[in-house]
């Protein structure tokens, strides 16, 4: 039997028509790509985006339509996400950190028919304009004043803003046409395009909203510093709009200082960024000696947060808590937010809970996997391949052969991971960064982790290499603090009593840079690269 | 082009089990029905609830059927509403306030195949029994030491329960099929049935639990007087699952002792229900001088929230928050949560915006359109009828002929209304009871909550009545408070300067005992009854 409630649809049009009513006033403020700050209010915004939508359309934008975009975090990008997507095409956000060749790639693979770009990216996008012939189109995303230099025919973001009319009459379609896309970092092989649904974004940012996720509402004034042109900037740009909360948009500026700035000028409560961003605004705090009056919480994700960032922002009276996701999870699949009875917990106690990874927002389901294919209990204790499943989930990728999916239909993370029996997700390693030695599993991160609490340790990658009795042993490569000085033996001395036996690394070797892809993530493609053979000592 | 997430459905069950993962311990306590408050956690109603679907399926219910239940709030009914979801069948909670007669009609229109019932109401089902040949089981929701006297073969809750298999395979179906049903109550005309899907559901429970809404959180308790056999209890027993939110049940004793002790004893935080009950509460806090010592926020709803009520709980620091909804609306449409600029406002101003029913939910589209049939700007000046749409809202009633919604799709709720340039929805009167004089309309709710500021009137109702000259006049009927007196001179002049003069009730009628439906509200169609052929003085 059929429930007879009316078919509407999930779109992200709902999203801006819902905030535009009841949140008209509220702003949104941006650090523009040009330097000054613009600012303006959601019902401004609105008519804007009508304007654009139309204008879209009449430039000949048709429904499935790929449109690339290359920008920073700015009202126009935000605008394209709701034009875009409400006249049916599908935002395809290029991650400028792939490079040329990856950048390329992409917009072919995707064939966008259009390309937007902020100014800062103009040169790369000449560059690309003879390998990418799918591209009709070229705009920047900027006003007439100051148009980038460019070889052949540019139009301008702003005119064509102006060329729209207002009222524009959104389309209503199936709540599954594609509204973005986003391609993974492709730290291993070509990057590979997931591709998001109305429908998908709705629910996950009915999920992120909730107060056991990221618990926005109105009165937050948020800052995403993730990217827009990487996941959607983790949906904030579409959660924001449910709830009211005011959006400041950073623009370029994501170095301590100019984020300094605009959390305190615009009073920022709630803000979203991986480990380096957080752990660059701390230095900046540090060395000056500010305080964050306004910042309240801050999510933390892309990698595990240390323990330091914990402790460090708890100082300023910020509560940082980690989430974890993954492109292909429309990004976020848990957030750590404490339960009362663990917040209340003294400090040294909490932070064993606050660096796991969190709970799963609802409609996330995961399981834990043996490598014989078992499913594991969540009893925190035995750890294996995480696999998950729900509506903000890839079930394939954009043009891809092979399976994507498990023969059951769960997608595996590429994590191993636990899971404890009150849903708290603990993520191990990565599978292919585990190191296999004596037919056990050792877990990378928890060596790179201990040796980051080492005072001259300042950046920490460990792989397995070979070894004649246990297949593999760990190696940890180090980049030292600048100025710092320590010895291999000094830090293996240091890690001794900090890790379980089999998890101590046979060596210590230090390097000048770390590689690191698209998403600042120790590339351990490359670490293997150099370290490929690799002679253990004895 | 087609977004490329996975196929899963939004069905009720995720909502168990996504509880049952994260928040196991969390507890659902209930002033039972036999007396003693039962508690126990969400893991342990998890397994129960899956031990009950086991058994419904062994019983013979079958995806489709209709299952019957006439109870109380209690883990017994809270436990079907996930079992009988679960499985694929349709919970049918019937409204016994309907009265014998209603309650087998809607009974034999749903063609209930089973019905569960609370030992209260078994003289009523035992004297319905002859009627509803439709019913092949009657069960009673109890342990076998308290089954009722009942004529013929009766089954027993806890044994069916008792009967099931643990660990029971949920199936998978589409989001759009039936997961309970209600009928309207049947003011007018017989009642009418809304069939709700587990998509319209889940929606329904992220929209309301969104910090904008009702903003339920862990930590939070949750005691929903209102009533599981109509619209769900506005949802709660999903709602709360979503946000792990400590479940409270009253039982059968709503009056205001027996709330209070509830109250203080599980240390609830947030309530939900009609003006009657939140009055009855207060005056037993006013008659013994007791405090509310945990409860925060309250969200009333079913009819509209005099002014005094809001002052009254404010004195005891509580939050009383305007709800508006329907039964055909899942059933929440606003809730008037203050936006930060009106909270700061002195308290006086801040009423104002309080007695409005509040902004709507997301994924709830609100239209005001004139008599003629022209939409009408959101101005906060002009009225007319309400009309909505969304997913969360009916396309038809249950085996119903006839047309539901408008020729353009938009169900349109027979309330008269004004929404402002923030969102705010402003309930004017019901169509059908607004006075038309002169070519105006004048709200008979605006004369009724002005009559009830008069302190010798308990209850009021205003009804139009035939004028020579002016098509219709208000008249107000009135319920004197026990051992006041007053005139019908002195409440018209008390009214004076309170209405408008086209408002000003042309006079004013004392009756014992105001006729109310079964949902609590006045029965204008009974008030018109007895004055259908009153003569207004000239």
């Not at 040009?34 to 000949?60: C, F, Q, S, W």
């Not at 579409?238 to 994501?254: I, N």
């Not at 040796?451 to 297949?471: D, E, F, R």
């Not at 100025?483 to 089999?502: C, P, Q």
Request: charged share 25%; glycine share 10%.
């Amino acid at each position: 039997m059929r429930g007879l409630m009316m078919d509407s649809q999930l779109l992200t049009t709902e999203l801006l028509k819902h905030a535009a009513r009841n949140y008209r006033h509220i702003e949104i403020v941006t650090r523009t790509v040009e330097g000054p700050i613009h600012r303006y209010t959601i019902g401004e915004a609105k008519r804007r985006i009508e304007k654009l939508a139309d204008a879209l359309v009449n430039m000949g934008v048709q429904p499935g339509d790929r449109v690339g975009v290359i920008g920073w975090n700015t009202y126009r990008q935000f605008e394209m996400y709701y034009a875009v997507g409400g006249i049916g095409a599908v935002l395809h956000t290029v991650n400028p950190r792939l490079g040329p060749e990856n950048a390329g790639y992409v917009i072919n693979h995707a064939e966008d028919k259009f390309l937007f770009f902020d100014n800062t990216f103009a040169p790369l996008v000449a560059a690309l304009k003879p390998h990418v012939p799918c591209v009709k189109r070229f705009v920047a995303m900027t006003s007439r004043e100051h148009a980038p230099a460019f070889p052949g025919e540019l139009d301008i973001y702003d005119e064509i803003v102006e060329r729209g009319r207002e009222n524009f009459d959104w389309p209503e379609f199936d709540e599954n046409t594609a509204v973005a896309m986003c391609y993974t970092s492709g730290t291993t092989g070509e990057p590979k395009g997931v591709v998001y649904s109305h429908r998908s974004v709705v629910i996950q940012s009915f999920a992120a909203c909730l107060p056991t996720a990221m618990g926005l509402g109105e009165g937050d004034v948020l800052l995403p510093v993730v990217p827009m042109f990487h996941v959607n900037a983790w949906n904030a740009p579409y959660s924001a709009m449910l709830v009211g909360a005011k959006q400041v948009f950073p623009g370029p500026r994501l170095d301590g200082e100019g984020l300094y700035e605009m959390f305190e000028a615009e009073k920022v409560t709630f803000s979203s960024g991986v480990p380096t961003v957080w752990l660059n605004l701390l230095h900046y705090l540090e060395k000056t000696g500010k305080k964050l009056n306004y910042l309240k919480r801050g999510m933390c994700g892309g990698s595990a947060l240390p323990e330091a960032l914990i402790r460090g922002y708890a100082k300023y009276g910020v509560e940082l808590q980690q989430g974890w996701g993954m492109t292909e999870m429309s990004p976020i699949g848990t957030v750590n937010v404490l339960p009362p009875n663990l917040r209340e917990l003294p400090a040294e106690e909490r932070i064993k809970h606050q660096v796991k990874q969190g709970r799963a927002l609802p409609f996330v389901d995961m399981r834990i996997v043996s490598p014989e294919g078992k499913v594991l209990p969540h009893d925190g204790e035995q750890d294996g391949h995480l696999q998950v499943r729900g509506p903000c989930i890839i079930k394939d990728y954009y043009k891809r052969e092979g399976k994507t999916l498990t023969t059951d239909g769960w997608f595996d993370t590429g994590d191993v991971a636990l899971i404890d029996e009150d849903g708290f997700l603990q993520i191990t390693d990565r599978s292919k960064d585990v190191i296999k030695t004596g037919g056990e599993w050792v877990s990378s991160i928890d060596i790179e982790n201990a040796a980051l609490l080492h005072p001259a340790v300042a950046q920490a990658g460990v792989i397995g290499v070979t070894h004649p009795k246990w297949q593999e042993r760990p190696l940890l490569v180090v980049v030292k603090k600048e100025g710092a000085e320590t010895s291999s033996e000094e830090v293996r001395e240091f890690l001794k009593d900090k890790l379980d036996k089999i998890a101590w690394p046979d060596a210590v070797e230090f390097i000048q840079e770390m590689p690191l892809g698209a998403t600042g993530k120790v590339l351990k493609t490359e670490l293997r690269k150099m370290f490929g053979s690799y002679q253990l000592p004895e």
